[in-house]
């Protein structure tokens, strides 16, 4: 199988994509999100991995806009524990880091641990696992990166700390993304919808899904770009009834402008 990632082998993209489909596929390397749905769409990857929610950062919102934009569905999800550290050549301690590169969501998360560190200046870059090999392979002293244990082994790097994000209990949600297909599973569906514009329409959708016991585990507004000061919801519905499910949502497409199937898979969260 071929599957496109966000950054390189060791990133947590990577990690994610082995622990899903197993370590004997293909990984097609992209340093933006947005590259990715076309690889899937053209056939040069058959899904693609993409995070889309951090339990201490949240909403990744232009990955919301890149799924509902492109004609692929949400075929299934991954939530992975986070466990950042802190990364040199050999033989480097803190004390002679100057600067830290990092993807600017690992760099928010571990904030905290570099209050204690004035001396060391903080720079957003693409990806976590890519410092790591650019430090190696450029033989950059004064450089640290935040990234996976993984990338460290991979990559030949000391790791200086350990477990140096501010939240410990830290999670990142991925969704696979494929063409659309019949899923065999059916616990979870992400939908996006645009109310009327009426009192109360809101809570009319809430009332539709507590009716035919379908839960809503997020919801997430995103400004519709066309109409400034109109916005979409995304919404995650989860629930057992699959039938229950198809009637709850037969009920909410009476009472909204529009509404969009994002995908349909089985509910992965413990």
Known sequence: MKIAIQGIRGSYHHIVAENYFGQDNA???CMTFAEMPSLVLNGEADVAVMAIENSIAGAILPNYALID???????????????????????QKI???KEVYSHPMALLQCRKFFNRYPHIHLVEDKDTAEVARRIQEQQLKGVAAIASSLAAEIYGLDVLASEIQTIKDNHTRFVVLKKKETPRVLTKASLK?????TSGSLGEVLMELAKHQVNLSKIQSLPIIEKPWEYAFFADLVFEDVQEYKNALKDINAKVSSCKI?????NNYK
Request: hydrophobic share 45%; net charge negative; proline share 3%.
């Open 262 to 266: 994002l995908g349909e898979y089985q």
């Open 69 to 91: 934009e492109s004609s692929l569905s949400i075929a299934g999800e991954y939530y992975l524990p986070i466990h950042h550290n802190l990364m040199a050549l050999k033989g």
């Open 27 to 29: 990984f097609l390397e």
């Open 193 to 197: 919808f645009v109310l009327k514009d």
């Open 95 to 97: 004390a002679d880091v």
